[in-house]
């Protein structure tokens, strides 16, 4: 179970390899815009802490020393400009990175291999276009990439992928979508992520990546 | 109503408490009702804290635990985030202004009594068979099955809600634009009205979209109607739009009045003037309208059309502008100061602390390409909790502190305020960093359950330890407060500020100020200390 894990706990590894083949799409995606933000936010974090554990220690109130605040006006429109301007780049800067990535991780290419699923309580069904159906177990060929539409027959349910980096809720009376592709054979699990009821922690459906021959071998089986 | 108000509040008989207009006992009222739904919400965070600290269902049944998880969530939402800040807009906003009491003393008094009905309602879902299971947010369909529980106890609790709310709301609005004493302009007020009022005006745009949903629940449930249900050709993704409409402004409306705290603190402590004063009163009141325009991040997965989930990815990132620029500003009006560490100071800081982690880590989460793998994750959990949890709890408890000596006239015991601080700030952090981390590795969260895997388990065990820590903290504070009721006399000014809060004595007398009207002087300022 935990070696089948592994890889989750290994995010910030495996996106410093970035000329390595991931082990799923679109998770390298969402690895480059964790380190971007990462990156950012500890940088601001710093900008904004520093200064202020620097004030606190030498503006800090001392018998005989420092009694009584400086009377002075410390007004400064330019420091308040900046620090209206510099944020305002940086978060557009960070929508607009956002906005490129997901479009990659939103878009299926359009050789995807379609899967229906759907979700129930407490379960999900995979029907392929052969005409297979499968119960809380999914599989698919490494190397290619794989669409899921997802509608729900009750109530709303969520598909996540941890190795994959990717979700989409499944919603009674709509088709939604996501899509992932394995470039490794392995067994992976896939998580419910929207609360629907008592048994909604045990929502999971194993993921079976195989080569393309098993695949083939498995799909014309029966 | 003369004699109700004839005592100082803590003199008061049990007569009174039951029939005072006075906006202080009411704020008192709002205050205990508060911390007491606190504490009962955060002992069901404990267990499932508890629940969570190794895998596999050991002490709670699954659908206790629901029950547990809804039951923190909204109590801690509507009855400690939102609620106390109505104790402190009670008590303050009219000294504050220079009046004599609201508006609508009467209308303040049904209001209150309108949320001690709906705490009632919240008390009968403590029996097994009403127990709500549909989490806070009530998503259908799930709430019209049969598991959710009753959900017409849970449409007319919001609804007793809303009506304290709409009625407070009126009343405070009025209040603060009519009865401010001559010379103190909107411009010159405190900036923690500012906080408390914007948050007042958010509630009382967006609540009546949030009741218009769960009145919709209601007639879907139990009448037959099919707003919500696919199954007759409605859209449960309906309701999220409408539900989010008010209740991601409602993250404002908890978080405003703490930003206005920590103003106030801030100033007073350092002994300096706002820096940028009329900025950080365009950020409050910015931040409270751009709060209307990002609500659907909450639903960046919910199937939407992908053009409004640029859009709104676009306008929630913007508000990180008007944030930033009162972080700023706080900084700056440490510079030149005298600073003086003291409680009060140390929660307004430490939660300024908390609001940074908090804000840095809900940046990635207006961004789809981010939230698309940690949505409905621990991450979000431990996100809003840096927030909501702590930003707005710090804030709270900072201004318990800070106007201590003034509700009750004694003085606080510093030592045990400063092990409160640093139990709360060492625990929370073990205990919302780790659920962060958690999440990131993929633990989603609302589970009762999850499967054996190394690092998850450790590092729930990490938010396990860090909940004891915060919960023994918040112990200690509750202990500090009741200590300093016989403490020494605080006196009327303790901490040297011309606000006008301070320039009547402690406790308040009845009707506030000995003299009326209240006169201040041309060059008055709440925050002129020399």
Known sequence: MTQMFSVIGTAAASSAASTAVPLAYPADSWDQMFNIWLGLAVVIYLIVALPMLYFLYRFRYQEGVNETASTKEYESHGLEVLWTIVPLIVVIYLAVQSLTLYSEMRNPPPESLVVKTTGMMWSWQFDYPSGKTTYSELTVPVGKPIKLELTSRDVIHALHIPAAKTMEDAVPGRVTHLWFQFNETGEFTSFCREYCGTLHSKMQAKIKVVSQEAFDEWINAN | MQETVANPWFRASFREWIFTTDHKKIAILYGMTS????????????????????????????????????????????????????????????????????????????????????????????????????????????????????????????????????????????????????????????????GLISSIVVQLVGVPAFVGAVVMLFLDKYIGTGFFDANTGGDPVLYQHLFWFYSHPAVYVMILPAFGVFSEVLSTMSKRPIFGRTSMIYAIWAIALLGFLVWAHHMFTSGMPQWLRIFMSFTTVLIAVPTGIKVFNWVGTLYGGAIRLNTAMLFTLGGIFMFLIGGLTGIPLALPAFDINVHDSAFIVGHFHYVLGMAMTLGAFSGVYFWYPKITGRMYPERWGKISFWLILVGANLLYFAMMMVGIEGMPRRYVDYPEIDYWVTLNQISSVGAVFLAVGVGVTFYAWFKGLSGPEAGRNPWGSPSLEWTVSSPPPPQNFDSFPVEVADDWSPYKYH
């Open chain 2, 35 to 194: 911390l007491l739904f606190f504490s009962v919400a955060g002992l069901m965070g404990m267990a499932i804290r508890l629940e969570l600290n190794q895998p596999g269902v050991q002490y709670l049944d699954p659908d206790l635990y629901n029950y547990l998880l809804t039951g923190h969530g909204a109590v801690m939402l509507l009855w400690w985030a939102i609620a106390f800040w109505g104790a402190f807009s009670n008590f303050l906003i009219p000294i504050m202004i220079g009046a004599r009491d609201v508006a609508f003393p009467r209308l303040n008094q049904l209001s209150y009594w309108f949320f001690f009905s709906a705490s009632i309602l919240v008390l009968i879902t403590l029996i097994p068979s009403q127990q709500i299971k549909m989490m806070w947010t009530g998503y259908p369909p799930f709430v019209l099955h049969d598991t959710a529980g009753p959900t017409g106890l849970y449409v007319l609790i919001v609804i007793l809600i809303a009506g304290s709310t709409l009625g407070t709301g009126v009343n405070f609005i009025t209040t603060v634009l009519r009865f401010r004493a001559k010379g103190i302009t909107l411009g010159k007020t405190n900036l923690i009205i500012h």
